[in-house]
């Protein structure tokens, strides 16, 4: 199985551009989540969808935020525009919610600067 | 709403020796999983260890292990004979009751193990 798959792994971009985050669950996964983690805030749910459809978007800091899962095998999250308080790790994770104890399968993260 | 709370910001530990990181979670549920992920500098987030709440029985993976304390809402990881490798970012992490058919996932804000040489 090839994990959870992110891209890009690092996003280098200017104030006011539009970001956007890329993310392929495990196959067979139907529960997908958003994590942004930094320092002073560190692993902050954004939001999680279940069978496609979105759950929960309370994390989601603000409008700029949005993020869509047109299908079972893949999803984004698009930030715009774009401020530097954005820069973080962006993960993706996903899990298979029948099973009882499945614990979050985690991409590498996309490191995202904004200058 | 749940909440996991880390207090150790950093610990260190020599190698070959033993580690408690705490974690305290808050929750009126009764039924839900905690989890302690690893996350070294490649920044990947490894899965240590589980355990099932309804379980009386601690957890244990090889060298780590826990101990779950379900009145006192506490789930402590226990690292044995620590290697090096064992240095990086450990999460606590809380999995609530099922929801709309899945479940939500909180973590505490981490504990950084540095292993002493």
């Known amino acids: 199985d090839a994990g959870v798959i992110q891209s890009p792994r690092h996003e280098v971009t200017e104030m006011g551009q539009e970001v956007t985050l890329r993310c392929k669950p495990i196959?067979?996964?139907?529960?997908l989540f958003w994590y942004r983690q930094t320092m002073m805030r560190g692993l902050e749910l954004l939001i999680y969808?279940?069978?496609?459809?979105?759950?929960?978007d309370s994390g989601m800091p603000e409008d700029r935020f949005s993020a869509k899962m047109p299908n079972a095998s893949f999803s984004t999250l698009k930030i715009q525009p774009s401020e530097p308080r954005d820069s973080a790790v962006y993960f993706c994770?996903?899990?298979?919610?029948?099973?009882?104890?499945?614990?979050?399968?985690f991409g590498n993260g996309t490191r995202l600067t904004v200058t | 709403a749940q909440t996991v709370t880390q207090s150790q910001p950093e610990m260190s530990v020599q190698e070959a020796e033993t580690v408690t990181l705490s974690c305290t979670y808050d929750?009126?549920?009764?039924?839900?999983?905690l989890f302690w992920y690893k996350q070294p500098p490649s920044r990947q987030m490894i899965l240590v260890i589980r355990?099932?709440?309804?379980?009386?029985q601690n957890a244990t993976e090889n060298r780590f292990s826990v101990n779950f304390q379900k009145a006192a809402k506490s789930f402590s990881l226990k690292i044995s004979d620590s290697q090096l490798g064992d240095a990086a970012m450990y999460f606590c992490?809380?999995?609530?009751?099922?929801?709309?058919?899945?479940?939500?996932?909180?973590f505490g804000t981490g504990t950084r193990l540095k292993v002493l040489a």
């Open positions: 355990q099932e709440a309804y379980k009386q």
């Open positions: 969808f279940n069978n496609n459809v979105p759950i929960d």
């Open positions: 196959s067979g996964h139907n529960s």
């Open positions: 994770a996903s899990s298979f919610s029948p099973v009882r104890g499945s614990p979050l399968h």
């Open positions: 929750t009126s549920e009764s039924d839900y999983y």
């Open positions: 992490a809380y999995r609530t009751s099922p929801t709309s058919g899945t479940y939500k996932y909180i």
